[in-house]
């Protein structure tokens, strides 16, 4: 029996057919076999990728990339790859630029603004502000993640500053001088004085002036302000740092003086009180007689009454403290009225017993008596004579001027010492009625004591009749 196997069962063309399959099939592991690996980084993606083509334009069309003009590719589209070469293309895309009132279009590969700008023939020079998106670049070379869709370039402008003796130039695209000047590393403090002002706009060139404030320690009520300031003079400051010196106060060191080296400066507050003092004003005592009222009494007619003396002090206050004050005026509020009293011109003839006897008399008076004799005067030497131009001797006394002048030639007594005229003149006690008794030297008798004066008739005529003793 003949055997017949798959192979002699199937049709010829189909045995063909399957044959060529095969071939094919190896022709193309073979094919696929040769193909090269590359990778390609494309817009910073990397990918594997294998390839027959020999030049970089031809792998990129193999990978189903088509670079443009503008595109960046590395390596050069004409140059020959070999296997596991790296391709770079990073697409170009459009980036509307601005700058000086102008806008256009560039097509950009590039992935920083600094290199964006270079492209486009864009120079940036220092202080040059760059913005990208509406953001602003602080270092343009810096790689952005995402390609850009608008940039925008501010060109900086110089600003020449002079401080003190230090001139500086700085550039700028800022739109203030005080954030240029501070974008310059220039740091201005509270009390510094620029000049324009910081808020001025940065539109063109700017030459600026800038003084330096100095520190200060003020203190003023009870208060110590540390604060800035800048004047050549004490006043300067305190205007600067918005304290008033009011009315009298003032200033140590003063207003016109030059800042103190240490920075202190102390303000004293002054006040001025004016005070009106009160005191009384005392009253005057006037005499008249009276006819009713005996010798040697007073009565009071009319008390009087105390004035009002008034005087303005003006009191000056420092710190709360009183430093001094000065009278400005003095005057009477209130006028004194005299105090009026009675003297009496009443005489009577008295009697009185004493050991020489009952005698009469018309005025008795209390006194002090001491006693002298010419050798016993209480000075050197001695001397017998009198006022009166009489020889001292017992029953003679002296009393002080004023009653010489009115009473001498008097006929007086005093107990103990007997009767007596009054011829001499003595010193005299302070706050007392006084009699000096004379005596010899041979007679002396040492007398300090209170006693009676009684004043002996015939009453002399009342014109010569001191009626208010003195």
């Known amino acids: 029996m003949k055997v017949i196997t798959w192979a002699q069962a199937l049709p010829r063309k189909v045995i063909w057919g399957f044959a060529a399959s095969l071939i094919l099939l190896g022709l193309v592991l073979i094919y696929l076999g040769t193909a090269r690996p590359m990778i390609l980084v494309i817009d910073g993606q990397t990918y594997e990728f294998r390839t027959h083509a020999r030049s970089v334009l031809g792998v990129l069309r193999s990978a189903g990339f088509e670079p443009s003009a503008d595109d960046r590719v590395s390596p050069q589209l ?34 920083s603004p600094a290199n964006i700008l270079a492209q486009a023939d864009i120079r940036l020079y220092p202080g040059d502000r760059v913005w990208v998106d509406g953001y602003r670049m602080l270092d343009p070379t810096r790689v952005l993640e995402i390609q850009p869709d608008y940039m925008r370039v501010d060109r900086a402008e110089t600003i020449t500053l002079e401080e003190g003796d230090m001139t500086r130039v700085i550039h700028s695209a800022a739109p203030s001088l005080g954030e240029a000047l501070w ?19 940065v539109n063109s060139s700017i030459h600026a002036a800038l003084i330096r404030s100095r520190s200060l320690v003020i203190n003023v009520d009870g208060v110590e302000i540390e604060t800035r300031a800048v004047g050549p003079t004490v006043g300067d400051a305190l205007s600067q740092s918005g304290i008033a010196l009011v009315g009298l106060d003032y200033s140590r060191p003063s207003v016109e003086m030059l800042l103190p080296e240490n920075g202190h400066i102390r303000i004293v507050r002054v006040q001025e009180q004016i005070q009106v003092e009160l005191e009384p004003l005392p009253f005057d005592t006037i005499y008249q007689p009276a006819a009713d009222l005996e010798l040697d009494n007073l009565q009071i007619l009319d008390p009087g009454n105390y004035g009002v003396l008034a005087t303005r002090i003006r009191v000056r206050l420092e710190e709360g403290q009183e430093v001094g004050r000065s009278i400005e005026e003095t005057w009477v509020a209130v006028d004194a009225e005299p105090r ?6 009443r005489i009577e003839v008295r009697a009185v017993d004493t050991p020489d006897g009952r005698i009469e008399y018309w005025r008795a008076v209390p006194v002090y008596a001491t006693s002298y004799s010419p050798c016993n005067l209480g000075i050197d030497g001695c001397n017998s004579t009198t006022a009166s131009g009489k020889e001292l001797r017992r029953g003679m006394i002296g009393v002080i001027r004023s009653w010489y002048n009115m009473m001498r030639g008097w006929s007086v007594y005093i107990p103990g010492y007997g009767f007596a005229t009054i011829e001499d003149i003595g010193a005299g006690m302070a706050g007392r009625h006084w009699v000096d008794l004379g005596f010899t030297d041979e007679e002396y008798e040492s007398w300090h004591t209170w006693t009676t004066l009684y004043f002996i008739p015939p009453v002399p005529s009342l014109d010569l009749i001191p009626w208010i003793l003195p």
């Open 78 to 111: 004409d140059d020959q790859v070999t296997s596991g070469a790296v391709i770079h293309l990073d697409h170009a895309f459009p980036v509307v630029i601005e700058l000086e009132e102008r806008s256009f279009v560039v097509n950009s590969p590039e992935s």
């Open 183 to 201: 974008e310059g590393g220039v740091v201005m403090r509270e009390g510094d004085i620029l000049s324009p002002i910081p808020e001025t706009r």
């Open 340 to 345: 009026v009293l009675g003297y009496g011109t």
